[in-house]
């Protein structure tokens, strides 16, 4: 369970900003997350209630956006998605694939009020 | 009272990363090498650190292991010592896995000077580690046959960003049914042209390999 560690950054990064940009509460956060990534979305709204007490971000809501696994297959230029396990090109076969995307991992933007 | 939506595109753990660079300055500043050694409870990290080090008793090579944990427990930390290496102990408190700052710590106490090369042993885990970098300059993990040969495909996140993957107790293979070609393949999927050692610490098969790949690294 590394999603507290993850909460707790989500807190920072979000608190900063703000700070920077004289909010005066943050009402909505925007998190990008690949599905590549191991998060568990519920964990962290869990721990978030908890660490963003007394902050800022105190009854932010939080947004994800899960972005897909994308895959190319290099033998018929096939791309196609990761549903669940890792599997082949579903079209040809081939293992020899690439992954486009997945990875994400990101903070995208805040929604804050202002005094 | 005006609302605003501030665009920020920062990766999530971005302090994790800078603080994971620093520690990599340090490390450079030191002239050593340090690897991060991940893998699942009981795939053979320690053991495999002790082949490696025993490997290189004759060679003047000296290791530091930082050894992470989730309990207050020396045990891995007492065999690197008995090998005659420095070891640090970092008890994570229960969470899954070592971070950054947790590294920084640990750079105080190994003597960065006194070594050549600095293996950290992560905590047994094939999720968590994989999204904390520590600043070292290899990512490796160890899978072991008895795992079986479907992890690439159940957890595929610890094997992208690996620079190195070893694959321990190879010796076991007649008796399991452990089919090479698909785990590599699913490897191969997530992460193409990965540079592979498959190992035996028990028998020491594939271990002299491994070494004259580890030996191009700390010159």
């Given at each position: 369970m590394h999603e507290l560690s993850v909460t707790e950054s989500v807190l920072e990064i979000a608190c900063n900003h703000a700070k920077e940009a004289k909010a005066r509460a943050v009402t909505d956060i925007h998190l990008v997350i690949g599905r590549l990534s191991s998060i568990v979305d519920e964990s962290v709204q869990f721990y978030w209630d908890f660490v963003?007490?007394?902050?800022?971000?105190?009854n932010a809501k939080l947004h994800f956006r899960r972005e897909p696994a994308i895959l190319l297959c290099l033998a018929c230029n096939n791309k196609y998605e990761l549903k669940d396990e890792l599997i082949p090109c579903p079209?040809?076969?081939s293992p020899q694939v690439r992954v486009l995307s997945g990875d994400e991992f990101n903070l995208e933007s805040i929604e804050i009020e202002r005094l | 009272m005006s609302e605003k939506r501030i665009k920020i595109v920062e990766n999530i753990l971005n302090a994790n990363d800078q603080l994971a660079a620093e520690n990599r300055a340090r490390i450079d500043a030191a002239g050593v090498?340090?690897?991060?050694?991940?893998?699942?409870?009981?795939?053979?990290?320690?053991?495999?650190?002790?082949a490696t080090i025993n490997a290189l008793l004759d060679q003047d090579?000296?290791?530091?292991?930082?050894?992470?944990?989730?309990?207050p427990v020396t045990i891995d930390s007492d065999k690197i010592s008995a090998a005659g290496m420095p070891a640090i102990q970092v008890n994570t408190g229960g969470q899954c896995h070592l971070d950054a700052v947790m590294i920084n710590n640990a750079l105080d106490e190994i003597g960065l000077d006194t070594i050549d090369l600095l293996i950290v042993e992560n905590v047994g885990n094939l999720i968590c580690p994989a999204a904390f970098r520590l600043g070292t300059h290899s990512n490796i993990v160890i899978a072991s046959i008895p795992e079986g040969d479907d992890k690439p495909y159940k957890y595929p996140n610890i094997y992208r960003g690996l620079d190195v993957l070893i694959i321990n107790k190879i010796d076991l293979l007649p008796y399991l049914d452990f089919d090479m070609d698909y785990f590599k393949q699913g490897i191969e999927m997530l992460n193409p042209g990965l540079q592979i050692f498959p190992v035996s610490c028990k028998s020491g098969e594939g271990i002299p390999t491994w070494l004259d790949w580890l030996e191009t690294k700390i010159q």
């Open positions: 963003s007490k007394g902050t800022l971000c105190e079209k040809c076969g | 090498f340090s690897i991060n050694l991940m893998a699942s409870p009981g795939a053979g990290k320690t053991s495999f650190i002790l090579v000296k290791i530091g292991v930082i050894e992470g944990d989730t309990a």
